[in-house]
């Protein structure tokens, strides 16, 4: 039987067609996020939180903590309940919002943190090279720096300052700066003046006994004043603390300069502390250390005398519900200590914020010692961070490569996602076991062969992972050292410097972009490592993929363009003319515009996806040569699920792909989001079977989720039970008998 279907139609039929219905629905090109959340906990309990490498921490005079949550990039609120918020912060890296809510404005890398007497909040957002201001209103403003040049005895909105670490306020509202890019102190009065309070500018150890203005600091990360008025400074590079009195004279109450650990029970100033990045003073005068790289928290009391408090001084995390002096910290980096005498630890690498009760006892009071969460469940509620590439695999499986998290995750069709390699401890091991209790170190890439093989470019270890269905990971290229090496002889032999792209073609050769040496290379099947020639000079290459032909695709990110690869060897630019600008939509690829390109991938019919960094968009080059948008406005945010991928926003897209139904992936790195691009209809394209995938436009045949077209003039039988999602526009069915269409 012959069925013509029009448009705004809904029919039913004896001729097995169920709620046949027909729409002009816009599904073509809209985006969604497919893994990924910003499920940092929020309102929740705070030691059930998301915390990740915080850095600083302050206390009120109520107990209310403040935490400088670094690698989120926020700054989060612990109540005397226990609840967590964010206080300042949208978890984009970037400069943004002054003037607006501190909850939607951008920090990068906030550090050291100080709370005043009036409830606001100073930060040290270091790699904005700015300090921040938070009203307790909610409002943010710039104290310093970022946007300004101007020096000492003008106004700080107008001063420049060069990676600050930390701040302090004293108790007439002056604000300290610890500049640790300039070595030096610098101190904001209450009438909006900067000024050198510490510090020459050039590193070293000099001046004790004298003026702090002519003594040399090296790296100072911590300052903190006492009720007096004194200055104290974590010297961190010195392995020291630093005083400068009220008259402006500097001595060393704490470190020998020794980068060691010794000294408890005696004089602070024989005492040997490693890389101390925090300092607090309480009330009567004590001083709280932070003494990094021993992993303990040390305290001089007023007479001098030093004492471990915290930590045992090994890595690690441990001790909660114990003696503080037994725990384990890793790498603790901020302290703050309130009036009763409880202190406070930002543990930075077990992405915890422990608190220490006047008797002793420690505990978590933030973080719940995870940065990544969410195997089991959806995968649009799990925790990524800064994933960088993706792949999938003829069975609907969505593959990533959690870089910071130092794993390979993969969505199943259903949107659960699990592990499939990597412990989510960065370091080297595992070979010849299971991949899930192996040890990646920021893996970048990921690609799948047609038996389910996952390949992964495990950047830091310079090697390429295997795992094999089995889940059995194994060595396939690389020997771990730095060097270019190997080519003619067993890829596992040869020396990569950072590999971070790889992909693997039909009949099971592999790709390698070695990005540090600029080169790509091939692993054929027997494992023999050689490099591909290009007739031009690579910069940064990142991303690679191979079509259905052989032909190699390469973002080329350094020449801001993408060059083909054939088989032959003919090296060919398809994309971009070598100007870092996103321009250049709907005309010839190779006259447009790209900025710094990182991540490529070619669908059935030969059409070029590019993950555009730095242009926060994504573009298309049809086999025609002509370039569009297909997701990203340019605006470097997060934005848009739901709508046309053209009007959404995205941040830093770095890995992509698509496919078989032309699905397509975008890793949208600093959102730590998979966004999908829907396929957009598929059309017919002849007279044909519609279980053929020659009768359509994807060369695929169409799923239970996409929108077909049936175009005027084409006749398309069905003989097979068929379920899809939305079929529109002219054109004409043709039942058998054993024919069936459902929705």
């Avoid at 029009?6 to 709620?19: A, E, G, M």
């Avoid at 009195?245 to 300069?257: E, Q």
């Avoid at 990569?496 to 050769?509: A, F, H, I």
Wanted: proline residues 4%; glycine residues 14%; neutral net charge.
């Amino acid at each position: 039987m012959k069925l013509t279907l029009r448009p705004y139609v809904t029919l039913s039929s004896v001729v097995n067609i169920f709620c046949l219905f027909l729409s002009l629905h816009t599904f073509a090109q809209t985006i969604a996020t497919v893994a990924g959340s910003n499920a940092m906990g929020d309102g929740g309990p705070a030691p059930s939180s998301f915390v990740n490498h915080p850095t600083g921490v302050a206390v009120d005079q109520n107990g209310v903590v403040y935490i400088a949550d670094t690698d989120n990039n926020r700054i989060r609120k612990v109540t005397v309940n226990g609840s967590i918020s964010t206080v300042a912060g949208n978890g984009l890296a970037g400069f943004r919002g002054d003037g607006g809510p501190a909850v939607d404005a951008q920090l990068d890398s906030p550090y050291g943190i100080a709370v005043d007497k009036d409830g606001n909040l100073y930060i040290a957002d270091k790699d904005n090279n700015a300090v921040r201001k938070v009203t307790p209103t909610g409002s943010i403003t710039t104290l310093v720096g970022c946007c300004g040049s101007g020096s000492d005895g003008g106004p700080a909105t107008k001063a420049s300052v060069f990676q600050p670490s930390g701040v302090a306020v004293d108790m007439t509202g002056n604000i300290y700066i610890a500049e640790t890019g300039y070595h030096r102190i610098r101190k904001i009065s209450t009438d909006g003046i900067i000024s050198t309070v510490a510090g020459t500018g050039a590193f070293g150890f000099s001046g004790d006994g004298g003026p702090a203005t002519s003594a040399k600091l090296y790296e100072p990360y911590g300052v903190s004043v006492d009720t007096e008025g004194n200055l104290y400074i974590a010297d961190r590079s010195n392995h020291r603390i630093r005083k400068v009195s009220t008259t402006g004279v500097i001595s060393t109450v704490a470190g020998t300069g020794a980068n060691s650990y010794s000294g408890d029970g005696g004089p602070a100033t024989k005492a040997a502390l490693a890389l101390p990045s925090s300092v607090a003073v309480d009330k009567s005068g004590n001083l709280f250390i932070a003494d990094s790289r021993n992993m303990l928290i040390r305290k001089v009391n007023t007479s001098g005398i030093i004492n471990r408090v915290a930590g045992n001084g090994s890595t690690g995390f441990g001790g909660d519900g114990g003696p503080a002096t037994s725990a384990r910290l890793y790498y603790p980096v901020g302290v703050a200590v309130q009036d009763d005498g409880t202190f406070y630890i930002a543990d930075a690498t077990n992405t915890r914020v422990r608190k220490v009760t006047p008797a002793g006892t420690i505990s978590t009071l933030a973080g719940n010692g995870k940065t990544f969460s969410g195997d089991g469940g959806p995968a649009t509620k799990a925790d990524l961070y800064v994933p960088s590439g993706v792949a999938t695999d003829g069975q609907g499986n969505l593959f990533i490569a959690d870089q910071l998290n130092h794993q390979v995750r993969r969505v199943s069709p259903t949107g659960i996602i699990s592990t499939i390699a990597g412990t989510g401890t960065f370091g080297y091991s595992g070979d010849g076991g299971t991949a899930t209790s192996a040890m990646l170190n920021s893996p970048t890439s990921v690609a799948v062969d047609r038996i389910g093989n996952v390949f992964i470019a495990d950047t830091y270890n310079r090697r390429i992972r295997k795992v094999s269905s089995d889940g059995t990971i194994s060595t396939v290229a690389g020997d771990g050292y730095y060097d270019y090496k190997g080519d003619g002889g067993p890829a596992t032999s040869a020396s990569m410097k950072e590999p971070t792209g790889v992909t693997v073609d039909d009949t099971g050769n592999l790709y390698i972009v070695d990005r540090e040496s600029a080169t790509i290379r091939k692993v054929s099947t027997t494992g023999i490592i050689t490099r591909i020639s290009t007739s031009v000079a690579l910069i940064a290459p990142q991303g690679i993929a191979v079509d259905k032909n052989g032909n190699l695709f390469i973002a080329d990110a350094g020449n801001y363009v993408v060059r083909k690869v054939t088989t032959t060897g003919v090296t060919t630019t398809v994309a971009g003319n070598g100007i870092g600008q996103s321009t250049g939509d709907g005309g010839p690829a190779t006259s447009a515009g790209l900025n710094y390109p990182t991540g490529v991938a070619v669908a059935t019919d030969g059409t070029l996806f590019i993950a555009d960094q730095g242009g926060n968009r994504v573009r298309k080059v049809t086999p025609a040569g002509s370039i569009t948008t297909v997701a990203g406005n340019g605006v470097y945010n997060f934005s848009g699920d739901g709508e046309l991928g053209t009007r959404a926003s995205i941040a830093k897209p770095t890995g992509i792909a698509v496919d078989g139904s032309g699905n397509l992936f975008i890793a949208d790195r600093d959102n730590n989001r998979i966004r999908r691009v829907a396929s957009p209809i598929i059309s017919s394209v002849q007279n044909g079977d519609w279980s053929s995938s020659t009768t359509w436009s994807c060369t695929c045949v169409p799923k239970n989720t996409d929108e077909v077209s049936i175009l005027s003039g084409h006749a398309v039988t069905i003989s097979q039970v068929v379920q899809i999602r939305v079929v529109r526009q002219y054109g004409t069915l043709i039942f058998t008998p054993t024919g069936k269409l459902l929705f």
